[in-house]
């Protein structure tokens, strides 16, 4: 295929994010008043309705969020595509239990170090790539992914055995990270995965607001966009790039500590590719899209179980879910779900003004 | 280190392995060269013939069964193309390969729910009970098929591409898509033809591996990796280079089990063995990096 | 002053830039010629975009080719394209800011620059809105700003009033005459309307085929019949 360089078109995966049609910034104080109610609610109202096993899953689901919010923004944002963003949570796990065994660091800073080991890791990762097309940075990534998957069912994760792998045969197959103290509960346990999810979120807020989100805007216009405002290509990818593992390793920190604690199983080659499928249906140009992909991955296959319906289902769904966003819906589900209420909200609206001028 | 002798039977099933990789490598790669489209769908649709074929095996004449895969293949193959082609075909070949995961996951969910994976399945071509001996190492013609077999797709698709009319529409679609259709090249129609062609490959190419490596779902829908690799080496373009890749990985892949004695930390190199071609599709990505300016787009 | 020596530019077996001469002294200067002149690809070499195969450029006094393509704007280059460049989904401020803080600009007079630059092209009243609501000719306008935010020296315009009707055409017109006063930049402008050419530039450059073929002073230049037969062809006496 030729490479144009005089093409400008933009070349993201998504197109480019729907605007508002009024051209300014929606209603701020109704907009925060709702998240702060939905965080009150998942922080306070929503532990003592679950069992253990539901807590163990919204758990995961408050953690992927961090890993769906990652791989939102390199694609919404960068218009990149990583389908390594599991494995590096697997990397981040490992590199928890690893420094948890070795060392006797506070919890904060296991997991700080893991999203930094990972970002570097990450970081290597993409940098070979961006000297090649999108597709063979999405390809790259697939192959590192495939490649650090085979190594950890090799090595298996840490369980303070002997040695720079860590791993005893005596140690059994899953292995758990130690809890902080204010955060021994699954339940106390759940809220500090909230919390540190909404400082992942806050994080990416600010990127996206200040000077890096307005480089990554130019960048998904077009790479000549970008260059002729003098962005540095190379290094707000990088730094994109680097931002996503960063949350994938705090987040394969978190779940390091999680109940039942991580197995090599947990991380199959599917969950990427699922991943990629449910951050797109999610929405990628919205951060909340991040919350519906993690609902979708934790959330709806455990409803689903619940419920007695076959979870390959869903897989199908999220197969049909990538072909329908890429064609129609490019906003997602986040993007098309605030207008389809809005939509339903202005319908009512109109019902009852019918009804005032009829009476 | 295990030497020749140990390595040799491996060699055969490597060779044959490879020869399934390398098929699928080209088939990959005339698919995108003609359209621009990555079929990372690839291994789930070969997987899925193959399943059909193990369901109609035993019910209907072996032949029939065996031929249903390869229709399989061409008829899904080619109506993504007909129906996913179109809409896309202006856009960048990132979001092509993104919606043929859609497809991806579509079959793989097909597949885990209309075959259980609680139980395993195999089939045995009639090719596999007939066999050579070579150099003291037992060959079975399902491997000699899966040796041959790509040489001869790959010479057949090189000669077709070269000398036909509509190869050599294929060739002009893949330089320029709106050039070629104002020449007055009829694009839809050498389009389904390579969907077509690619997905025939694909069927039997899944017909082999049922043989070569049994029907475990997950593992086979991701044998497209190493196809992948194939491809990446032969960086999307060259038939030849994409031949010898995957006959290179699968000879590699497969002599590695041989290596249960060499260690890397606790677990002996053979575990390592499917490591392969992740890490030569990455050597080679990173040389092919090297050699380039930054892309402008 | 721009120095452009000996210019060349092959793509294959294509040649858009043959060994071109040009100078283009200060103000703004107009660069024109019929379409596949290469007019384009002399925005891109200076962009950065397209390396040549022999020539240099001097660009006051610098050599201009050795700067990485994405410093030159830092240096001072400005280019606006064929295709529209506005960031729909940023505001109008934001699309500016974005130049500003990615060319060196000063972090403490950063604000009131950028404002300076969005009412210039008289965009003042629209600045927190979005780009993606605004009509054409303001989409356009927005590139003009980022175009002329904090210290630009060379700007280049490719066809700035493509797809505009005549009086947006006419005000774009008086805005680019404005520019080289009130930012000391060097304008180049590349367009087909030979209106807003004379009504801009003191001095043209033709292309035909990748060669210069006439430079001078404006009103000049468009009466030279090797011009207009470039534009129009000869006619065959048959």
């Known amino acids: 295929m030729t490479t144009d360089i005089h093409t400008v078109a933009a070349d993201e995966v998504v197109p480019a994010a729907p605007v508002a049609p009024a051209g300014t910034a929606r209603a701020r104080p109704l907009r925060l008043a709702i998240v702060a109610g939905l965080i009150a609610f998942l922080l306070f109202g929503l532990p003592p309705l679950l069992d253990s096993y539901w807590m163990l899953v919204v758990t995961g689901a408050a953690i992927y969020s961090m890993v769906a919010l990652g791989l939102g923004l390199l694609i919404g944002r960068v218009g990149m595509v990583s389908l390594c963003q599991v494995v590096l949570a697997a990397v981040g796990a490992w590199v928890a239990l690893r420094l948890s065994y070795a060392t006797s660091l506070p919890f904060p800073v296991l997991v700080l170090c893991a999203g930094f080991v990972t970002a570097a890791i990450g970081t290597l990762i993409g940098l070979p790539a961006l000297r090649l097309s999108g597709l063979y940075l999405a390809l790259i990534t697939l192959m590192a992914a495939g490649a650090i998957t085979i190594v950890l069912r090799a090595v298996l994760f840490p369980n303070g055995g002997g040695g720079f792998f860590g791993n005893s045969a005596a140690g059994g197959a899953s292995s758990r990270m130690p809890r902080p103290s204010l955060a021994q509960t699954d339940a106390a346990y759940f809220r500090y995965c909230v919390v540190v999810a909404i400082l992942m979120f806050l994080l990416a807020a600010w990127h996206v607001r200040r000077k890096p989100g307005r480089a990554w805007a130019a960048i998904r216009h077009s790479q000549a966009t970008a260059i002729s405002a003098g962005v540095n290509t190379v290094l707000y990818k990088l730094w994109a790039f680097a931002l996503a593992s960063f949350m994938a390793g705090v987040a394969g920190g978190l779940l390091a500590a999680s109940a039942g604690g991580v197995s090599v199983q947990q991380f199959p080659v599917e969950t990427s590719v699922t991943l990629l499928a449910v951050v797109l249906m999610g929405g990628v140009y919205s951060l909340w899209g991040a919350v519906v992909a993690a609902f979708l991955l934790r959330i709806l296959p455990a409803l689903l179980d619940d419920w007695g319906v076959s979870t390959e289902l869903l897989t199908i769904l999220f197969g049909i879910g990538v072909l329908q966003v890429l064609m129609t819906a490019p906003g997602g589900l986040a993007d098309q779900v605030p207008k389809d209420l809005a939509k339903l909200g202005r319908r009512i609206g109109r019902v009852f003004s019918r009804r005032e001028a009829a009476a | 280190m295990p030497g020749l002798d140990d390595l040799k039977p491996f060699l055969v099933l490597g060779l044959a392995l490879g020869g399934v990789f390398a098929m699928n490598g080209v088939g990959l790669v005339v698919l995108y060269r003609a359209t621009g489209v990555l079929n990372l769908a690839y291994g789930a649709i070969a997987t899925t013939g193959a399943l059909i074929s193990w369901s109609l095996l035993g019910g209907v004449n072996q032949w029939i069964a065996y031929a249903a895969c390869v229709a399989f293949g061409g008829a899904v193959t080619l109506a993504y193309g007909l129906v996913f082609g179109p809409p896309f075909a202006a856009r960048d070949p990132l979001v092509k390969a993104t919606a043929t995961i859609g497809l991806l996951l579509i079959l793989l969910g097909v597949m885990l729910w209309v075959w259980p994976p609680s139980t395993t399945r195999t089939y045995i071509l009639p090719t596999r009970l007939h066999y050579y001996e070579i150099a003291d190492v037992r060959v079975n013609w399902t491997q000699i098929l899966g040796m041959i077999f790509p040489v001869v797709v790959t010479a057949g698709t090189a000669v077709f591409l070269r000398v036909t009319k509509v190869g050599t529409a294929m060739r002009a679609l893949a330089d320029d898509r709106e050039i070629t259709a104002m020449l007055g090249v009829p694009v839809r129609r050498v389009e389904a033809a390579a969907w077509l062609g690619s997905g025939i490959v694909c069927g039997i190419s899944g017909v082999l591996l049922g043989d070569l490596v049994g029907l475990d779902i997950v593992g086979v829908t991701f044998l497209i990796i190493p196809a992948l690799a194939a491809a990446l080496i032969g960086r999307l373009h060259s038939l030849w280079v994409t031949l010898a890749a995957g006959f290179v990985i699968g000879i590699v892949q497969s002599c590695l089990t041989a290596f249960t004695r060499v260690h890397i930390g606790a677990r002996p190199l053979a575990d390592y063995r499917t490591i392969t071609p992740f890490v030569l599709a990455i050597v080679a990505l990173l040389f092919f990096a090297r050699r380039r300016p930054l892309v402008r787009t | ?238």
Request: proline share 5%; with cysteine.
């Open chain 3, 1 to 238: 002053m721009i120095e452009v020596e000996d210019l060349t530019v092959r793509f294959g077996g294509v040649v858009p830039i043959d060994a071109m001469t040009l100078e283009l002294a200060a103000g703004t200067c107009g660069l024109i010629g019929p379409n596949g002149a290469g007019k384009t690809t002399f925005f891109n070499v200076l962009s950065g975009f397209v390396r040549p195969s022999t020539g240099r450029v001097r660009a006051f006094g610098e050599d201009l080719l050795a700067i990485p393509d994405f410093k030159r704007p830092r240096w001072g280059l400005r280019r606006t394209f064929q295709t529209e460049q506005a960031i729909a989904e940023l505001s109008v401020f934001d699309n500016v800011l974005l130049v500003h803080e990615h060319t060196g600009g000063d972090r403490a007079t950063r604000r009131g620059e950028v404002l300076k630059a969005v009412s210039f092209t008289g965009l003042s009243d629209v600045a927190h809105r979005l780009v993606g609501g605004l009509g054409a000719a303001q989409r356009r306008l927005v590139e003009v700003a980022r175009a002329v935010v904090g210290r630009p020296r060379l700007i280049l315009f490719d066809e700035p009033g493509a797809g505009l009707p005549d009086e947006e055409t006419v005000r774009l017109g008086e805005l680019i005459r404005q520019i080289p006063e009130e930012t000391g930049a060097l304008v180049v402008l590349v367009d087909h309307d030979m209106s807003l050419v004379s009504a801009c530039c003191a001095t043209t450059a033709v292309l035909d085929f990748g060669r210069l073929i006439a430079a001078g002073p404006t009103a000049e230049v468009l009466r030279n019949p090797h011009v207009v037969r470039a534009y129009l062809g000869t006619e065959e006496e048959v």
